[in-house]
């Protein structure tokens, strides 16, 4: 039997990498091969918590294979049926924003525009400080669409950043094995995180 086919697109939101890398991890102990795919920004900026080299460098330990990052290479998702499923891992207010009203212009979207086309699970990971505020409007579109599911979320720190929503890291697995099954996980909101 071959391993379920996971395509994990890393979109902004820089502080959330680090536990990105680790679910990923988890992921690929759990058998899945993945597939990753990188957004120009996730792929070029240097942060105070990544370099650029350093994010490529640690997507290759952890798959073992590069990063995609153009658009070239992620059109062919959808007419090569790569993808299982397609996880956006973090999906940041900008990138939610774009899915909702249909902008398709990193690989990290178009990538997910691909595989949408073969009616499988786009899985999306929120990661934005304005998830309760200009944000919202967006997930609440998205819930509503056809095969996207959410991993569940919750406020990350509701007195410092009252509007900030962030998924749970612990719950990507079980997202993904449900929304495979076309079952998105519940509840879907969680308690604050403290």
């Not at 499988?120 to 967006?138: C, E, W, Y």
């Amino acid at each position: 039997m071959n391993a379920t086919r996971l395509a994990v697109a890393m979109t902004g939101s820089y502080c959330t990498f680090a536990k990105a890398f680790a679910a990923m991890e988890e992921l690929m102990r759990y058998g899945f091969e993945l597939i990753p795919v990188l957004s120009y920004n996730a792929a070029t900026q240097d942060t105070r918590f990544f370099t650029a080299i350093e994010v490529l460098a640690r997507i290759e330990k952890i798959c073992g294979k590069p990063p995609l990052t153009s658009l070239s290479d992620v059109e062919p998702f959808g007419p090569a049926r790569m993808t299982d499923a397609y996880l956006i891992m973090p999906a940041t207010g900008n990138t939610i924003a774009k899915l909702a009203a249909g902008i398709f212009d990193t690989p990290a979207l178009l990538g997910a525009k691909s595989h949408l086309r073969n009616q499988r699970p786009l899985i999306i990971f929120v990661s934005t400080n304005d998830g309760l505020s200009t944000a919202a409007k967006n997930i609440g579109a998205l819930l509503e669409k056809k095969d996207v599911y959410f991993v569940p979320f919750s406020q990350d720190d509701p007195r410092k950043k009252p509007r900030s929503l962030v998924s749970d890291f612990s719950k990507v697995r079980q997202t993904v094995l449900s929304a495979l099954e076309g079952v998105q996980l519940q509840p879907l909101i969680g308690a604050p995180c403290e």
